[in-house]
Nanobody, 122 residues
Framework: QVQLVESGGGLVQPGGSARLSCTAS????????MGWYRQAPGKQRELVAK???????DYADSVKGRFAIFRDNSKNIVILQMNSLKSEDTAVYYC????????????????WGQGTQVTVSS
């Protein structure tokens, strides 16, 4: 199994920046698609960004140009750099890891961190 632990949340002023980190335990980190999701009060969980071991990251339209996702496979870490933060970015942010194993039928392993609160306010 994989354990995901987030850090870096807190109170940030509008226009400010924050850096969220997710550290994954276990092996085979390279095979996981890593992502960041968020959930604001009264709203459904939404994808913020995701990144595979190789390839171009994907971002939600609402964060394009402001957020960036990175990963360091040697350290089992995925980073979400958030710039130009808005009040609308206030949410609980969750780290996610997914691995698809092709057996007789495909099997998915889906892991979640505990979440970290990001509040954007003056």
């Amino acid at each position: 199994q994989v354990q995901l632990v987030e850090s870096g949340g807190g109170l940030v002023q509008p226009g400010g920046s924050a850096r969220l980190s997710c550290t994954a335990s276990g092996n085979s980190f390279n095979f996981y698609i890593m992502g960041w999701y968020r959930q604001a009060p009264g709203k459904q969980r939404e994808l913020v960004a995701k990144i595979g071991s190789v390839g171009t990251p994907d971002y939600a339209d609402s964060v394009k140009g402001r957020f960036a996702i990175f990963r360091d496979n040697s350290k089992n870490i995925v980073i979400l750099q958030m710039n130009s933060l808005k009040s609308e970015d206030t949410a609980v942010y969750y780290c996610n890891g997914v691995r698809r194993i092709q057996m007789r039928d495909p099997v998915y392993f889906d892991y979640w961190g505990q979440g970290t609160q990001v509040t954007v306010s003056s």
